[in-house]
């Protein structure tokens, strides 16, 4: 089983961007599907992306797509999400996870870091 651990959570503005970062540790990890979801305040954790083992494919909440992108690199073990023209509403915690399932099965992803906050403030 993957460990995960998340960096590159902060304050920007409004409009901004911010690149989350997902290592893991394991000899495994090119056999999982990888993901984001967030947690904001009060509110259930949700989905934002998720990318299949060799990358090739992606998934997106519609809430991000066309602003976030998803990619791993299975050489360096390591997942990123690029979000660009961030909302306020984008404030959350973000989780990385892993699943042993599909992308299209976010139900699956029960592998979690320990999240990483993103503020997004006008």
């Known amino acids: 089983q993957v460990q995960l651990v998340e960096s590159g959570g902060g304050l920007v503005q409004t409009g901004g961007s911010l690149r989350l970062s997902c290592a893991a540790s394991?000899?495994?990890?090119?056999?999982?599907?990888m993901g984001w979801f967030r947690q904001a305040p009060g509110k259930e954790r949700e989905f934002v992306a998720t990318?299949?083992?060799?990358?090739?494919?992606?998934y997106y909440a519609e809430s991000v797509k066309g602003r976030f992108t998803i990619s791993r690199d299975n050489a360096k073990n390591t997942v990123h999400l690029q979000m660009n023209s961030l909302k306020t509403e984008d404030t959350a915690v973000y989780y990385c996870?892993?699943?042993?399932?599909?992308?299209?099965?976010?139900?699956?992803?029960?592998?979690w870091g320990q999240g990483t906050l993103v503020t997004v403030s006008t």
């Open positions: 996870a892993a699943s042993p399932g599909t992308i299209w099965d976010t139900r699956t992803f029960a592998v």
């Open positions: 394991g000899r495994t990890f090119s056999r999982y599907s």
């Open positions: 990318v299949s083992l060799s990358g090739g494919s992606t």
